[in-house]
């Protein structure tokens, strides 16, 4: 549980503020109570697939790194994060742990996936608006099944 806690904070942090590098990442975590070394922020960032990126200021800071539904990401992300999928009409509400709804949309918005016109995330929410050909339902059926593997 603990090292959950600390994984949802760390996707809020590089999500929310330019972080530079771990030593930094590692003082802002101290900060929200976590205790912490260099070395379990290097693993956290590996294991949450975090890369550097050119930042708006053309420094290089942690991002989550894009998760495309080819590379197996969308699947590990949904079959993590996706606690429940629900269709109504043409939107999709996919319930998260608190912290991972970001996590989750912005796999789905990068995934291509035929008939999404976006999502907005919460906190442990995702809605996902679709096409009207698409619908939701169906929608739903494709994330249920990429979600189970």
Do not use: C, W
Request: negative net charge; aromatic residues 2%.
């Amino acid at each position: 549980m603990k090292t959950a806690a600390r994984r949802r904070a760390i996707r809020r942090l590089i999500t929310t503020r330019d972080v530079q590098s771990q030593h930094e990442l590692a003082d802002l975590l101290i900060d929200e109570g976590f205790v912490v070394t260099q070395a379990t922020v290097s693993r956290d960032l590996k294991e949450l697939g975090a890369v550097k990126v050119r930042g708006q200021g053309n420094e290089f800071v942690y991002a989550l790194q894009a998760v495309r539904r080819d590379d197996g990401g969308l699947d590990r992300v949904l079959a993590e994060f996706a606690n429940e999928i629900r269709a109504s009409g043409n939107l999709v509400v996919v319930k998260t742990p608190p912290g991972a709804a970001q996590v989750v949309a912005g796999s789905i918005d990068r995934s291509g996936l035929d008939g999404v016109l976006g999502t907005v995330a919460g906190d442990d929410t995702v809605l996902i608006v679709t096409d009207e050909q698409r619908g939701g339902s169906r929608l739903a059926e494709t994330l249920e099944q990429i979600g189970v593997g």
